[in-house]
Every structure is written in C-alpha cells, then in structure tokens.
C-alpha cells in the first residue's frame, strides 16, 4: 500500500498568518492531511487486509480490498463536521459508523477502542442514548448505492480537546440503534481507517 502524509499548520500571528508545510513518506495515491488551528484532516485510503494501514478490512465480504475509504473533519467556531465517502462496498447497503478512540491496527476492528465522546459516559459499554446519540459523538452511517458508493456527514457543537481527540473512523455492519441499552450499537467492525483529528 502506497502512503503519502502531508501536515499543514496555520497560525495567526499578530494581523500576519504564518503558513507551515511539511510533506513526508514514500509517495503514492493514499493521503493523510493534518492542518490545525482551524483544525482540517483529510484522509484517503485504499483499504487493504493486514499491511501498514491507514485503512484495513477484517471482513473482506462486507468491505473488500481496494475499496476506499476518505474522511475530512473540519473545525470551526465551535462545531465539528466530518465526511464519510466510500466506494467499492457491498452495492444498496447499509453501514454504521463511527469516531473512535484509539487508531486502527492490521489485527483487529476492537482495537479501535469504543466510539469517541465528548462527553463520556462513565459506564462501559456505553449503550445510554444519554451518551451514544448523534449529538455527543461522531456518527457516519451511510447507504450505498448501486455502484457501492455512499456518503455521509455530521456536525457536532464541539470541538475535540487537544489532550483528548479521536483517532480513527470504524465501518459497522448494521445501521446505528438508538434506543435504550443498545444505543450506539452497530454489529461488527470490517473496516477501519485511522484518522489524525
């Protein structure tokens, strides 16, 4: 897999904005773009099973290899948006999906750790739409039309805390239940893709 990371830094110093880029890595179409202060990610990734990431299947049947999977978050006045797009999934399917709280590793979908939440609830797991709702944490299901594609966005009214931020985007196999005891709940993770928010 081929992986290309740029990171932009923007600082408004006195009335003169200084710009800061850097680029590294080895090249390639998969991209992962870090700017702060105004806080933009965007990542591009071809999903593959095992290898060096950012994006992994661990089912190949609901996400196969060579599906890709691109995640922009924006920050901004004290909201968050975030976009899924998709392509080369199952066709006219639902997905769930989700921030989460640790980045994706080749091994396992559970790695990921559970959703991120701005506020986070003090039991584990956390199924009380008190806490797993749409509103306290990043939510991306998505359907997919008859080509596999789909697309998605939240905007949430917060911003990530810089000692405490998401790490990465899970796909589910189920849409997202909302109701009590088994809010947030979404079946499965087969696909993962690790996000620098």
């Known amino acids: 897999m081929r992986f290309r990371r740029t990171t932009t830094r923007l600082a408004l110093l006195g009335a003169a904005a200084l710009l800061v880029t850097a680029c590294g890595g080895n090249g390639g179409d998969d991209q992962q773009a870090q700017a702060t202060a105004g806080q933009t990610v965007q990542v591009s990734a071809t999903v593959a099973e095992g290898g060096e990431g950012p994006a992994y299947t661990y089912d190949t049947e609901l996400v196969p290899a060579g599906a890709t999977l691109e995640v922009t978050s924006a920050e901004s006045e004290g909201s968050t948006t975030t976009t899924l797009r998709v392509t080369g999934l199952q066709p006219n399917r639902t997905y769930g999906s989700h921030a989460h709280t640790q980045p994706c590793t ?46 998605s966005t939240s905007t949430v009214a917060w911003t990530f805390p810089d000692d405490r931020r998401a790490e990465s985007v899970i796909l589910h196999e189920e849409p997202t239940a909302t109701h009590a005891g088994h809010a947030g709940t979404a079946g499965g993770r087969p696909a993962c893709v690790t996000v620098d928010f």
């Open 106 to 151: 080749a091994e396992d979908g559970a790695d990921a750790g559970p959703h991120y939440q701005f506020s986070e609830d003090p039991v584990t797991p956390s199924v009380d739409p008190a806490y797993a709702n749409p509103q306290n944490e990043i939510w991306l299901d998505l359907t997919t039309d008859e080509t596999g594609a789909g697309e």
